[in-house]
């Protein structure tokens, strides 16, 4: 069990990191609705990034309802 807590938590802050490494649309300015609007397709280290965050994302997951069980 105490395994589980330890590979959820290194999960939670890997997802954190990769998280804040995305900097598209950063800045007060685009919460609120003025960013840019223009459109790019993501290449080289951000797409593995985007990647990676949605596969940890998803381990999370997993780790998570395993550790509820």
């Known amino acids: 069990m105490k395994l589980l807590n ?12 990769s998280v804040l490494m995305q900097n598209q649309g950063t800045g007060l300015s685009a919460g609120i609705g003025g960013g840019s609007e223009s459109y790019h397709t993501k290449r080289g280290v951000e797409k593995i990034v985007f990647y990676a965050t949605i596969v940890l994302a998803i ?8 550790a509820l069980i």
């Open 6 to 17: 330890v590979i959820q938590i290194v999960i939670a802050i890997l997802l954190t990191i």
């Open 59 to 66: 381990l999370f997951t997993l780790v998570s309802i395993l």
